[in-house]
């Protein structure tokens, strides 16, 4: 039962670090979700918004920080 635990203050730690990290990209004027690639509908009564161009460049850096991670255990 300690493990479930652990594992629960380790994922609320990760998310408050995410939570912060997002604050500050958001006061550094980097316009995440307003990139060239993301879609956004408006209808009369309608709207739909996906952030595809924001998905794939933050694919992109959490690959690249998860390939030096693993460079850097070996």
């Known amino acids: 039962m300690s493990e479930i635990g652990r594992l629960l203050i380790g994922l609320g730690l990760l998310l408050l670090i995410l ?16 990139l060239p690639g993301d879609i956004s ?3 009369k009564n309608f ?8 998905c ?4 992109i850096v959490l690959s690249a ?4 991670f693993s460079r850097f255990r070996r």
């Not at 709207?47 to 924001?54: A, E, I, K, L, N």
């Not at 920080?65 to 030096?68: E, I, K, P, R």
């Open 56 to 59: 794939i460049l933050i694919s």
């Open 19 to 34: 939570g912060a990290v997002v604050l500050l990209l958001g006061k550094t004027g980097i316009p995440l979700g307003r």
């Open 41 to 43: 509908y408006r209808g």
């Open 47 to 54: 709207s739909f918004y996906f952030p595809f161009g924001t």
């Open 65 to 68: 920080l998860f390939y030096l």
